[in-house]
């Protein structure tokens, strides 16, 4: 189970942290996703990273402001997103998978999405 949390409403230029949590246990070998979905469109991959390595991934709509990071001992990921734009509003949504990073076919299990709007 994911549990995602940290959406808001905020002003374009402002900052907001995400937080996945995650019941089940998460492995070395798991990829933990974000992805986001904004209305009439589909879900899109926004970062991922790598559980054991922690290599991290991005789109290159959110790289350089969007930060993907993990706390094992609390088997949370998290998604600071700074220099928000109202493009980034959507449904936030983690993930937790084995094989691809950027296809969310590819991952397993899903949080329940949490909503960022962000106003110009």
């Known amino acids: 189970q994911l549990q995602a949390s940290g959406g808001g409403l905020v002003q374009a230029g402002d900052s907001l942290r995400l937080s996945c949590a995650a019941s089940?246990?998460?492995?070395?070998?798991?990829?933990m996703g974000w992805f986001r979905q904004a209305p009439g469109k589909e879900r899109e991959f926004v970062s991922a990273?790598?559980?054991?390595?922690?290599?991290?991934y991005y789109s290159d709509s959110v790289k350089g402001r969007f930060t993907i990071s993990r706390a094992k001992s609390e088997n949370t990921v998290y998604l600071q997103m700074t220099t928000l734009k109202p493009e980034d509003t959507a449904v936030y949504y983690c993930?937790?998978?084995?094989?691809?990073?950027?296809?969310?076919?590819?991952?397993?299990?899903w949080g329940q999405g949490t909503l960022v709007t962000v106003s110009s």
């Open positions: 990273i790598r559980w054991g390595a922690g290599t991290t």
């Open positions: 993930a937790k998978g084995f094989s691809t990073l950027y296809d969310p076919r590819g991952y397993n299990d």
């Open positions: 089940g246990r998460i492995f070395s070998s798991h990829i």
